[in-house]
């Protein structure tokens, strides 16, 4: 009788140690997708903060083109008229 209480605790055992080494598995490719998914929001942050420093310099020089051109208007006089517009 002991020896069947024994096979069924050893039983229970190894599929005890089986769930915990799917689980393993699982959080071992959760961590795996996290970690693409971190690097491909970091690729996307540079090209975001390229696009934003392209953008930044191409203001300041229309605005700057802007300045020359009609020196009398300063940046806020300019967007009060837009807004007045609207």
Do not use: T
């Not at 598995?25 to 693409?36: C, V």
């Not at 491909?40 to 191409?58: D, K, M, P, Q, Y």
């Amino acid at each position: 009788m002991l020896l069947y209480v024994l096979i069924g605790l050893c039983l229970s055992l190894s599929g005890v140690a089986g769930l915990q080494l799917m689980y393993m598995f699982y959080l071992d490719r959760l961590d795996k997708q996290r970690k693409k998914h971190v690097h491909e929001l970091e690729v996307e942050c540079r090209r975001l903060a390229n696009l934003l420093v392209e953008a930044e310099r191409e203001l300041k020089l229309k605005n700057d083109m802007l300045a020359v051109a009609y020196p009398e208007f300063d940046d806020e006089e300019a967007w009060a008229d837009v807004i007045e517009e609207r």
